[in-house]
């Protein structure tokens, strides 16, 4: 297999890997942490530690953004990224509340194909065949997924507002993926994220009840806690190295199986402590239609380069 000098496949694919798990496991963690804290505190907590890290790393690294850099298209686009990233974290928190950490997972594939669609009519980037192909195959998927749910969600219910919810918070996620895409032609990519979660967290600060945290209770729900704020700077981290070393599609490919690992870390969850960790409630159908999910993103990032 030939590759580009400087590309390491093994560990570009080992990274996109690391990413895929942690943020697989991220919403069966949250979901825990949920208990102790609300979602904006959860979700101010996550950006203020990531910030805080970055923060030591860009300025240790002399890589800290210049403030020539800066214009009023630059704070706009912030802006935008913030009501993204923002919107997503908190809007996915509140989702757990009603649905499943798997649920949630596959509503998440709705990012990626909104994405397509804004990039075919905002950036004139070409809807391609596998593209069609994979959005087909998300649609079957989420019908299976939620085949037994018909009910609960056409009668409105509490599972039809979680799954609501959890549909905004993966399309809101789009004004994110904009504005990365926009931004990084002044910044890279580990500048945009400073500057993203720290307004972010600014943003988030006069609807967190800080005096939440110090009064979570027990090991296990601060371990949750804990995982879930370091959850954000290994998961971006990682994915963000494993671009260095391996091709975006196939990266890409690799991040499509997040849901996969959301139902195997639930199941483990429920295996291991079943008083914390409720039972996925998925039947036969509900897989399929979750693998179906799965390859219609897989097609759509990646169906040109394997099959042309």
Known sequence: MTHAHGKKPLLGFSLA????MTW??????????????????????????????????????????RASSFSRQTFALLALGVL??????????????YISPTATQI??????????????????????????????CLLAGLTLFFHDKFGELLGFGNYAFGVFVAAAGSVIWVCYGVAQKLLSARFNSQ????LIYFCSSMALLPFAEPS????????????????????????????????????????????????VFTMIFSAMGHWLSP???????????????????VCGAALAVAGEKLFG
């Open 275 to 293: 008083a914390s960790f409720a039972a996925s409630g998925m039947n036969t159908v509900s897989y399929i239609g979750a693998f179906v999910v």
């Open 191 to 194: 500048q945009i994220l400073l």
């Open 212 to 259: 939440q945290i110090p009064r979570i209770d027990g090991s296990f729900l601060w371990g949750c806690f804990i995982y879930c704020c370091l959850n954000t700077l290994i998961g971006y981290g990682s994915y963000g190295e494993s671009l260095k070393h391996w091709d975006v599609s196939r990266v890409s490919i690799v991040t499509t199986l997040i849901p």
């Open 24 to 65: 697989g496991s991220l919403p069966v963690a949250a979901q825990q942490a949920l208990k102790a804290v609300d979602a904006p505190t959860l979700v101010w907590a996550r950006f203020l530690s990531a910030s805080l890290v970055l923060l030591v790393i860009l300025a240790g690294m002399g890589k800290m953004p």
């Open 107 to 136: 509503l998440w594939q709705l990012a990626p194909f909104t994405m397509i669609l804004i990039g075919a009519l905002l950036f004139k980037e070409v809807f391609t065949r596998w593209q069609k192909i994979g959005l087909f």
């Open 17 to 20: 890997l690391l990413a895929a």
């Open 84 to 97: 993204g990233i923002s919107g997503n974290f908190v809007l996915m928190a509140v989702g757990l509340h």
